[in-house]
T-cell receptor, first 113, second 112 residues
């Protein structure tokens, strides 16, 4: 069965510093990968998706993620974070043979002034 | 695009009572999903529909839980005889072919 591992439960970082949130997955088939962001008391918002094509995908607010098949990773990066990026970030992969998603346990990004 | 809508946003009830949540998906999406999220965890899959057919149910979905999508549009999730352990955020998502899932803001259930 597929699984998603987010090794870092919390990542504190100062404003304008770079950040990387790690995601590793296990899958034996073609992979779709997603990053979602969740602000307090809200649902999940799609941040990035990898379906096919270029292994580097970007969001409109400066985040990017790179699909690395050999390392089975899909790490999320941002070169310069803002206070408003403080949120919980979830990596997800569709369960093989179904349409449901398997989520990691999340990484809480806290941006410090 | 009005997004996925969930009602109510919050529900507080006494143990043993029944509760029902509603989800209105994005209109052109044929799949609708229910997830449950507890504090410090990622969402866990409960069940999903393709149009009006319920195609998969998780083992997390005990006999006290039932979900419907009678006309292939909105869906309801009912929990009967609620227990303390049912306290969680219940998330609804919708998606279509080659479309990632889009989530509503969830219903937070608190059992007294």
């Amino acid at each position: 069965a597929q699984s998603v591992t987010q090794l870092d439960s919390q990542v504190p970082v100062f404003e304008e510093a770079p950040v990387e949130l790690r995601c590793n997955y296990s899958s034996s088939v073609s992979v779709y990968l997603f990053w979602y962001v969740q602000y307090p008391n809200q649902g999940l918002q799609l941040l990035l998706k990898y379906l096919s094509g270029s292994t580097l995908v970007e969001s409109i607010n400066g985040f990017e993620a790179e699909f690395n098949k050999s390392q089975t990773s899909f790490h999320l990066r941002k070169p310069s974070v803002h206070i408003s990026d403080t949120a919980e970030y979830f990596c997800a992969v569709p369960q093989e043979g179904t349409y449901k998603y398997i989520f990691g346990t999340g990484t809480r990004l806290k941006v410090l002034a | 695009d009005t997004g996925v809508s969930q009602n109510p946003r919050h529900k507080i009830t006494k143990r043993g009572q029944n509760v029902t949540f509603r989800c209105d998906p994005i209109s052109e999406h044929n799949r609708l999903y229910w997830y449950r999220q507890t504090l410090g965890q990622g969402p866990e899959f409960l069940t999903y529909f393709q149009n009006e057919a319920q195609l998969e149910k998780s083992r997390l979905l005990s006999d006290r839980f039932s979900a419907e999508r009678p006309k292939g549009s909105f869906s309801t999730l009912e929990i009967q005889r609620t227990e303390q352990g049912d306290s969680a955020m219940y998330l609804c998502a919708s998606g279509g072919d080659n479309q990632p899932q889009h989530f509503g803001d969830g219903t937070r259930l608190s059992i007294l």
